[in-house]
Nanobody, 118 residues
Framework: QVQLVESGGGLVQAGDSLRLSCAAS????????MGWFRQAPGKERKLLAT???????WYADSVKGRFTISRDNAKNMVYLQMNSLKPEDTAVYYC????????????WGQGTQVTVSS
């Protein structure tokens, strides 16, 4: 059974940092495109960061310079380092994998809640 399991969310204050982790099991994602999304209450899910197997990354303007996506293929892990958190970063954060490289994320985690207080 293929699973992505996020962890590391919580309640923090504005300006704090958090590191989210995504543990993959059931198959290797070393050749997959990995992404982090978030969904705030009443809003659509949005892509925040993408990491390609070759090492390149992309970030949404809203998190560029504050968030960093990384992966450890040996551990089948993906991370999202979040610095200088703002109240507007409050959302459920999801890890996802595009296993085919066709631009569709076909594996998803269950999400982890991040709440940033002002």
């Amino acid at each position: 059974q293929v699973q992505l399991v996020e962890s590391g969310g919580g309640l923090v204050q504005a300006g704090d940092s958090l590191r989210l982790s995504c543990a993959a099991s059931g198959r290797t994602f070393s050749n997959s495109v990995m992404g982090w999304f978030r969904q705030a209450p009443g809003k659509e899910r949005k892509l925040l960061a993408t990491n390609w197997s070759g090492g390149a990354s992309w970030y949404a303007d809203s998190v560029k310079g504050r968030f960093t996506i990384s992966r450890d293929n040996a551990k089948n892990m993906v991370y999202l380092q979040m610095n200088s958190l703002k109240p507007e970063d409050t959302a459920v954060y999801y890890c996802a994998a595009d296993s085919t490289g066709m631009g569709t994320y076909d594996y998803w985690g269950q999400g982890t809640q991040v709440t940033v207080s002002s």
